[in-house]
């Protein structure tokens, strides 16, 4: 009897320790993602890690120059040209006075790029067969007058598409 006691004993005492034992605990949770592109047709940024982040364009102080923002993408479709257009007017605003807006310049490829429902071509068909690393720039537009002071947002929205075959 006594060895039955002792050895339920033996056996409740980890149990009853166990909980103490790991009362601090950390966790971290994060978010996993993947885009796999099709073989036959992609654009994307050969640096991944950038591309849904807010993107700051460099302030030089000494200059009172604002910078641009370039970004190589690769690129690569099975038959035809790739094509770009902007969705939206691109600019930056403080959400002042409209007259205050940083105009964005956006190119691709070395192609400016605009708000029109007619796509550009960006990269011809022979090398989007090849497949290229090419370069985006987002340089802001002279300000008559220079900057204004002011903390500002915007968005540049970008289509690509693969051009129709030529007939």
Known sequence: MIKRVA?????????????????????????????????????????????????????????????GLRKSFDVKTDGSAIEARLENFPYLTAGGDSRDNIVLRVSFNGKELAQDPTPRQVVSAEEAMAGRRVQLEIVPREQAGGYKPGEYNGTVNIVFNVAAPAG
């Not at 009362?23 to 991944?48: C, M, N, R, W």
């Open 7 to 67: 050895i339920v004993l033996c056996l409740s005492v980890p149990t009853s320790i166990h909980p103490a034992v790991f009362a601090a605990q950390e966790k971290h949770t994060f978010e996993v993602s993947v885009d796999i592109p099709t073989l036959g047709f992609y654009v994307l940024p050969s640096e991944a890690d950038w591309i849904h982040r807010e993107q700051t364009l460099p302030w030089d102080i000494h200059t009172s120059t604002l910078l």
